[in-house]
């Protein structure tokens, strides 16, 4: 299977990623031939005036990519930008796409609201799930790996590229979405986890700064006493549980929360143990990194050459079905 997924450069990483996107693509370069790229001209789309600082923020989060498993022997990582080709595909793309197509995508007047703040107004903004087809096009992926919000975006790069396919010919296979299990990772406040709530947990952070952040992280509001019952489905920390914990301590932390015989406190023990099990060796890695910041931009570089290589050649192909664009 082929696989592409993108990020954009947000920076230094938390839970929230490992858990909703990270581990899910280290699976999944272990079976698939994986394209993870960097989503830089994504970024554009809706923060087009906050640039500032997006070399560094890149090889941030690439550190924490490779920190956490992504292995540049098994999957290219690359730069979008980096791979011109993608925005002549998304060009042509652009021509076959009705405008309709894209006022519909769910999520495109869901961030006009959320974002306020912003400049959403724009040709890009409304195109910019164009572009993703382009980048997952442009590999011949057939599997997507989204998080349920994300699905109608896939749906609709499966339209682009049957319309595609249709008027000029058998070019492009259709992705399938591909769900993570989980998108949604609770912050220490139980909203969504994200760098803006200030609620994240970050793969930089030392042990220290993460057990005080998970010891402090919100749980179920019921057990505002020690010995006032509670429920694990209704604490967001325990979600992190179901993560970490092994079925012996899930059953155990649960009776004892359902039945007050232990704190929140002591519960909590149990998952940062576990969490503290996984992220130590991710720590002691993006720190060995992050005292490299070359040959990181080393991995990026050699990365987006081969993605480069797979890009030529299809555009090669697109060019000639579509009658334009060829060497002149
Ligand atoms: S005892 Fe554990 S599961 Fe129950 S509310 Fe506290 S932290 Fe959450």
Known sequence: MKIVSGMRPTGR????????TLYNWRRLQET???????????ALTTDYDRMQGVGTSIIEMVIDWIAAGIDPARATIFLQSGVREHAELHLLLSMITPI???????????????????DLSTYGFLGYPVLQAADILMYGATGVPVGADQVPHVELTREIGRRFNRVFGDTFPEPQALLTGTSRVPGL???????????????????????????RMMTDPRRARRHDPGDPDDCPAYQLHRVYCTPEELTSTAEGCRTARIGCLECKQVMIARAEQELAPIREHRAALAARPDDVHDVIAAGTRRARTVAEATMAAVRARVGVGGNV
Request: hydrophobic fraction near 40%.
């Open 100 to 118: 309709a197509w894209l006022e519909r995508v769910p999520t495109y007047k869901e961030t006009q609201q959320q974002l306020g703040d912003r």
């Open 32 to 42: 698939g031939e994986c394209f993870f790229f960097v989503a830089d001209w994504h």
């Open 13 to 20: 990483l938390h839970l929230g990623h490992l858990i909703g």
């Open 189 to 215: 406040d139980g909203r969504k986890m994200s760098k803006s709530y200030n609620n994240a947990v970050f793969l930089a952070d030392t042990a220290e700064e993460v057990r005080a952040k998970l010891s």
